[in-house]
């Protein structure tokens, strides 16, 4: 049953595997379930394969698999190659225990992950506190001396202060 906002395109399966490929948020999901090796490896190349014809990438949910050899990974490997030459994405929404512990043996977990766009910081040129004061050019920086963020100072006595030091400022009135 596809969830709202879902479309189910396509099922392939052998004996050990099916895979089927959903679009949903403009990528297509290929829920993988079953046992990713040498006997699935063929049909779970074609579905993947498959999957990438359609715009906005390829995400993977592999929590159903319950098995992933060396085939399984190395099919993975192959189409995230095809995704990278035609310019898309291949990323994993979640698997099972059984894959990430192969991802992390392999070093390959990393190959999957959705890429994070970096944030956009535009540095403050001019700075007042109050009318009266002097102003500030340049870049903003924070306490850490880094230009971009800014970072409160701790107050002394206070929450953050107590909970570092260990102990309260003996200037601070008592709480």
Known sequence: MC??????????????????????????????????????????????????????????DLTAVRFCDCSGLNVLLRVRGHAEAIGTTVT???????????????????????AIPEPVVEPVTEHSRHPDEAHFTGPATGVDGRADRLVPPARA????????????DPAAPAA
């Open 3 to 60: 969830n709202p906002g879902t479309s189910q395109l396509a099922e392939s399966a052998c004996e050990s595997l099916s895979v089927r490929l959903y679009r949903t948020g403009g990528r297509t999901v290929a829920r993988v379930s079953g046992e990713a090796d040498l006997e699935g490896a063929r049909t779970l190349e074609r579905a993947l394969e498959h999957a990438l014809a359609f715009p906005g990438g390829l995400d993977l």
């Open 157 to 168: 006595g206070g929450p953050l202060f107590v909970r570092c030091l260990g102990q309260q």
């Open 92 to 114: 994993l929404r979640a698997a099972a225990p059984c894959v990430e512990r192969l991802l992390a043996l392999t070093d390959t977990r990393a190959l999957f992950m959705a």
